[in-house]
């Protein structure tokens, strides 16, 4: 940030900026979506040569995240893509659901990586964007519903995981969707999950002295926001544990290990 800008933004600065100052600022600012414009240019070309799908329209991208400009759509799904490569490998060994996929953000990364190509499946209950993924070519994808069941047999994959799903499905949904990630997973399948946990009940913005003692008690928070999918859950632990039942060895928490998501990693017995 320039010195300028710092000293225009500063907390505890002068009054707001006026006449000649809001000029500047203006020009730093316009210059810092010029470079990131650029940037975008340089990642989008950079990530169509090694096989990555076209940016989504930004009404599909506003559907899986709050900033919608490119590059923070492909920054995430860097992330996610790598998680799920330190998770399952280049070569998972079988199908593997992004459950969630939205527009394809983890699925542009993984693309050309190992198996990846052969193995990724995808669901989504956003018709739109499993509309645009086949356009797109990707013939791997369907529409499931609000509420389990998925729609596949039972024993599908290898491996399953879901960025940022269970956090906005209602708690009391968990458990049922739990039983269903088990019921399509084979026999040692594993699933890497992130759901909002105690750290986002502790850092998170929003929540009240009453929603935090409620959380308290119940070990979960449902908030409901404008547009279907801004809803939000945060689910304790301990809830978690419970929601997921017998049948699955937990192999890994991890308080805030995705983002500001807790992440865990179940195998199916
Ligand atoms: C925050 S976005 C994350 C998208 C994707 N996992 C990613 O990381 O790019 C949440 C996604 O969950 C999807 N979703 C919400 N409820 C769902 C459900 N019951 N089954 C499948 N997908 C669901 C939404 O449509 C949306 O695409």
């Not at 928490?253 to 992440?263: L, V």
Request: charged fraction near 25%.
């Amino acid at each position: 940030m320039s010195k300028l800008l710092r000293a225009l933004t500063h907390k505890r600065g002068p009054a707001p900026a006026q006449g000649a100052e809001v000029e500047a600022l203006e020009r730093v600012r316009q210059e810092q979506k010029r470079q990131i414009r650029a940037l975008e240019k340089v990642a989008g070309h950079l990530l169509q040569q090694r096989g990555a799908l076209p940016l989504p329209p930004t009404s599909l991208r506003v559907r899986v995240g709050r900033v919608e400009h490119a590059g923070n759509f492909w920054a995430q799904g860097l992330d996610s893509s790598q998680r799920v490569l330190e998770v399952f490998g280049a070569d998972p060994g079988g199908p593997v659901l992004d459950w969630g996929c939205g527009s394809g953000r983890t699925l542009s990364w993984l693309r050309g990586v190992g198996t990846w190509d052969r193995w990724w499946r995808g669901s989504d209950v956003d018709r739109h964007a499993i509309k645009w993924l086949r356009q797109q070519g990707i013939a791997s994808v369907v529409v499931c519903g609000d509420e389990p069941p998925l729609p596949y047999p039972d024993e599908s994959f290898n491996g399953l995981f879901c960025f940022s799903v269970l956090t906005h499905i209602p708690p009391q949904l968990h458990a049922a969707w739990y039983a269903d990630i088990r019921r399509v997973l084979r026999p040692g399948g594993r699933a890497y999950i992130t759901v909002h946990g105690d750290w986002n009940m502790s850092n998170g913005k929003g929540f009240t002295e009453a929603d935090r003692q409620a959380y308290a008690a119940s070990g979960c928070h449902w908030s409901e926001r404008e547009g279907h999918y801004k809803h939000a859950a945060t689910v304790s632990r301990a809830f978690t544990e419970r929601a997921l039942g017998p049948g699955w060895e937990v192999e890994s928490y991890r308080e805030a290990g995705y983002h500001s998501m807790d992440d865990l990693i179940v195998r199916r017995l």
